[in-house]
T-cell receptor, first 113, second 114 residues
């Protein structure tokens, strides 16, 4: 039973436009959410995170929105660049000793110039 | 230059052999983790360690073993009991013990069983 779901396996966007990647979760105990970017045959790179006490966090071109009532979060990339093309993973955790991250299956973003 | 290193980058093993994957970090992090990634899948937790000389099983620990004798090192052994060991293995570390604990990943090891 997947606790973190990324229902869109892929997304194609033109350079300069907005990319919106979505993530849904089922466990209401999750209190910290993260987005990672991953290139093939490399480790994931941390992008941005958000605590459950917030509904928005912004870092440069990247903004994460959290809707707790809908158990939904999204990552907005504006403007999108060809170098943003990668697989994006949503992850979540519950604060307790020893808890690791629960990952979605990822969304492949392709940004065309 | 702080970070997480994993070696080797590519590893080939014959069926029935044990193999150990290395993970070292110089970030002074207390917590370390091993994940496995299969094609089209997210990362799944194998083992994690919050502190030296202590570790816990993750969701898919069967056929794997770990040790945590030093803070900076968390090697993973893939044993012959692991039924489908061919995968991309990722090690991560974090400060641990915080509600906003962020994990940072190494470059990964691609294991192929021949």
């Amino acid at each position: 039973d997947q606790q973190v779901k990324q229902n869109s396996p892929s997304l194609s966007v033109q350079e300069g436009r907005i990319s919106i990647l979505n993530c849904d979760y089922t466990n209401s105990m999750f209190d910290y959410f993260l987005w990672y970017k991953k290139y093939p045959a490399e480790g994931p790179t941390f992008l941005i995170s958000i605590s459950s006490i917030k509904d928005k966090n912004e870092d440069g071109r990247f903004t994460v929105f959290l809707n707790k009532s809908a158990k939904h979060l999204s990552l907005h990339i504006v403007p999108s660049q060809p170098g943003d093309s990668a697989v994006y993973f949503c992850a979540a955790s519950v604060y307790q000793a020893g808890t690791a991250l629960i990952f979605g299956k990822g969304t492949t973003l392709s940004v065309s110039s | 230059d702080g970070g997480i290193t994993q070696s080797p980058k590519y590893l080939f093993r014959k069926e029935g052999q044990n193999v150990t994957l290395s993970c070292e970090q110089n970030l002074n992090h207390d917590a370390m983790y091993w994940y496995r990634q299969d094609p089209g899948q997210g990362l799944r937790l194998i083992y994690y360690s919050q502190i030296v000389n202590d570790f816990q099983k993750g969701d898919i620990a069967e056929g794997y073993s770990v040790s945590r004798e030093k803070k900076e090192s968390f090697p993973l052994t893939v044993t012959s009991a692991q039924k489908n060991p061919t995968a991309f293995y990722l090690c991560a570390s974090s400060t641990g013990g915080e509600s906003t604990d962020t994990q940072y990943f190494g470059p990964g090891t691609r294991l192929t069983v021949l």
